[in-house]
């Protein structure tokens, strides 16, 4: 029998993880929103696993979710022994989204953030957020909450259209 190597066991521990869907977006993973942040191996037994996940806000309901999915998804690769950690400190920000989570949210009805969270000082008020329908960016808030508290509710002036937009963070 041959012995996998811990870089090999690493490599399908992070891609188990890796696979996990945002289950309030589930066309993202917890990898594209860059909520998965670390996926350790214990140096002796390779059938144990350490996930480090950060929420996207401290009061995130799927937290539990994306825990329970963590373990079943390594579970299913052959770990018998996983431990998520949730580490608040850095905070999540969209700025760790990638581009191609950007373009999925716009194709699943939801516009993405735009620009940068700001490092310090006063809030950005954004000018304009693109319909992830017709892409018209004559919009308004209806609501600084959307369906999820990490989203605002936008309706479109040109299709007329309701969506959410991800928040800039």
Same mark, same amino acid.
């Given at each position: 029998?041959?012995?996998?190597?811990?870089?090999?066991?690493?490599?399908?521990?992070?891609?188990?993880a890796? *696979?996990?869907?945002?289950?309030?977006?589930?066309?993202?993973?917890?990898?594209?929103?860059?909520?998965?942040?670390?996926?350790?191996?214990?140096?002796?037994?390779?059938t144990?696993?350490?996930?480090?996940?950060?929420?996207?806000? *401290?009061?995130?309901?799927?937290?539990?979710?994306?825990?329970?999915?963590?373990?079943?998804?390594?579970?299913?690769?052959?770990?018998?022994?996983?431990?998520?950690?949730?580490?608040? *400190?850095?905070?999540?920000?969209?700025?760790?989204?990638?581009?191609?989570?950007?373009?999925?949210?716009?194709?699943?009805?939801?516009?993405?953030?735009?620009?940068?969270?700001?490092?310090?000082?006063?809030?950005?008020?954004?000018?304009?957020?693109?319909?992830?329908?017709?892409?018209?960016?004559?919009?308004?808030?209806? *609501?600084?909450?959307?369906?999820?508290?990490?989203?605002?509710?936008?309706?479109c002036?040109?299709c007329?259209?309701?969506?959410?937009?991800?928040?800039?963070?």
């Amino acid at each position: 029998m041959v012995t996998a190597t811990r870089e090999s066991r690493l490599a399908v521990a992070r891609e188990a993880a890796a *696979s996990v869907c945002d289950p309030e977006v589930p066309v993202l993973t917890i990898a594209d929103l860059g909520v998965l942040r670390g996926v350790r191996l214990d140096p002796d037994d390779h059938t144990r696993v350490e996930v480090t996940i950060t929420p996207t806000y *401290s009061g995130c309901p799927a937290m539990e979710a994306i825990r329970d999915d963590l373990v079943l998804a390594l579970n299913d690769a052959g770990f018998a022994h996983v431990d998520v950690r949730t580490v608040l *400190s850095p905070a999540w920000t969209t700025d760790w989204m990638t581009d191609a989570a950007k373009q999925k949210l716009r194709e699943f009805g939801i516009a993405p953030p735009t620009g940068r969270a700001p490092a310090r000082g006063p809030i950005r008020v954004a000018l304009g957020v693109k319909c992830p329908r017709c892409g018209s960016l004559d919009t308004r808030e209806v *609501s600084r909450f959307g369906s999820t508290s990490c989203k605002a509710l936008f309706e479109c002036r040109s299709c007329l259209e309701p969506f959410d937009w991800f928040k800039v963070h």
